[in-house]
């Protein structure tokens, strides 16, 4: 992302099926995030969770309702950025 946008390095996206699944979502990052001592600079859409945004520094995540993710297209308005595909990252 830092060569598309100067305010991080990546961009993770992510969805669920319904607020309950997109909460927990959330909290399993916000618990391995900790676990790890790293802190959340800014978290954002709890309450609804039909998209939450996590921002902790250089990687800053969305995670979405199926239906509210397709309609912003995050990875259409940010296609310049380089996709890395998690299955093969090691």
Request: charged residues 35%; glycine residues 4%.
């Amino acid at each position: 992302m830092r060569k598309v946008a100067n305010f991080c390095d990546y961009f993770v996206v992510c969805s669920g099926n319904t607020d309950r699944q997109v909460r927990a979502i959330s909290d399993h990052i916000d618990e391995s995030l900790k676990d790890l001592g790293i802190k959340l600079s800014f978290k954002e859409g709890r309450r609804k969770a039909d998209w939450i945004v996590m921002d902790c520094g250089d990687v800053i995540t969305h995670i979405f309702q199926k239906d509210l993710r397709k309609f912003y297209n995050l990875e259409y308005l940010w296609q310049e950025a380089k996709v890395i595909d998690w299955e093969n990252v090691k």
